[in-house]
């Protein structure tokens, strides 16, 4: 069974920063792709961070380009999102996705697998 376990969220003010972590079990982890997304109250879920299986490759949302950077531990089964830069529209409960089929991409459809979100507050 996939499990995904997100940990990291907290309330930090305006140019802050934080480090999310999603810890994995149950599967490959090393042969999944993985992404990060965030949902804000009254608003869609939004893809903003994806990483390939080997980690060399990711792909951002423009929202958080040049300050959020997506990267894995494979040798630990861990993803991680370190956040510089916040804003208070980066406000929102974020969560980690796991795909198994190859495709780099920050669409919610694609993802198979899914965290209990973690929740990050930016205050101005």
């Known amino acids: 069974q996939v499990q995904l376990v997100e940990s990291g969220g907290g309330s930090v003010q305006a140019g802050g920063s934080l480090r999310l972590s999603c810890a994995a079990s149950?599967?490959?982890?090393?042969?999944?792709?993985l992404g990060w997304f965030r949902q804000a109250p009254g608003k869609e879920r939004e893809g903003i961070a994806a990483?390939?299986?080997?980690?060399?490759?990711?792909k951002y949302a423009d929202s958080v380009k040049g300050r959020f950077t997506i990267s894995r531990d494979n040798a630990k089964d861990t993803l991680y999102l370190q956040m510089d830069g916040l804003k208070p529209e980066d406000t929102a409960i974020y969560y980690c996705a796991a795909k198994r089929r190859y495709g780099l991409t920050l669409r919610p459809a694609d993802f198979d697998y899914w965290g209990q979100g973690t929740q990050v507050t930016v205050s101005s």
């Open positions: 990483i390939g299986a080997g980690g060399l490759t990711t």
């Open positions: 149950g599967y490959l982890f090393s042969a999944y792709f």
